[in-house]
């Protein structure tokens, strides 16, 4: 089964308004942490926000919210007021315990967003 | 400027050919790890490193080799590269100091094995 699902392969969004980007994901450890990261078409990887398993509120880092809803075991990505630089890759990821008692970090196959003018 | 510095950043080989993907990090982490990243398929984490000496296998970790004999270097070795092997590859560091910092990552080192 997959750790992190996102189901939406490709996403348009109109300028200026707001879009949700879905992520559900599968563990039975309660201690995890999940991210958001955006991969332009240049490559790189940016973090965008991060939700704990313990974190009481929902994550908000300027236009980009996190919307957790733990007994569903979802983590989507809401983006206000989308800019036509939002246009990328976004990709959910979770932080997990290993049996070892490291962690490993597994990712999302990704959603493309693109953002029409 | 902190940052995760890999090399190259494009690489073009022969199947066989031994080949070194270097990665440094100058802000001290302690964690370091290895991914791949292929249309469809996201990114999948190939080695990890808690710390100096401590390495462990990810989820596709066949054919590929590590080492952490320093805290600031986890190089990426493939001994014998395949054309299966041909992808994108990521470094990425964090502190351990904090449960949620993020990964940092390196700009991508982009593989080709014919």
């Known amino acids: 089964a997959q750790k992190i699902t996102q189901t939406q392969p490709g996403m348009f969004v109109q300028e200026k308004e707001a879009v949700t980007l879905d992520c559900t994901y599968d563990t039975s450890d309660p201690s995890y942490g999940l991210f958001w990261y955006k991969q332009p078409s240049s490559g790189e990887m940016i973090f965008l926000i991060y939700?704990?398993?313990?974190?009481?509120q929902n994550a908000t880092e300027g236009r980009y919210s996190l919307n957790f809803q733990k007994a569903r075991k979802s983590a989507n990505l809401v983006i206000s007021a989308s800019q036509l630089g939002d246009s990328a890759m976004y990709f959910c990821a979770m932080r997990e315990p290993t049996a070892s008692g490291t962690y490993k970090y597994i990712f999302g196959t990704g959603t493309r967003l693109k953002v029409l003018a | 400027e902190a940052q995760v510095t890999q090399n190259p950043r494009y690489l073009i080989t022969v199947t066989g050919k031994k080949l070194t993907v270097t990665c440094s990090q100058n802000?001290?982490?302690?964690?370091m790890s290895w991914y791949r990243q292929d249309p469809g398929l996201g990114l999948r984490q190939i080695y990890y490193?808690?710390?100096?000496?401590?390495?462990d296998k990810g989820d596709v970790p066949e054919g590929y080799k590590v080492s952490r004999k320093e805290k600031r270097n986890f190089p990426l070795i493939l001994e014998s590269p395949s054309p299966n092997q041909t992808s994108l590859y990521f470094c990425a560091s964090r502190s351990s100091w904090s449960y949620n910092s993020p990964l940092h990552f390196g700009n991508g080192t982009r593989l080709t094995v014919t």
């Open positions: 939700q704990g398993s313990y974190d009481q």
């Open positions: 802000m001290n982490h302690e964690y």
């Open positions: 490193s808690m710390n100096v000496e401590v390495t």
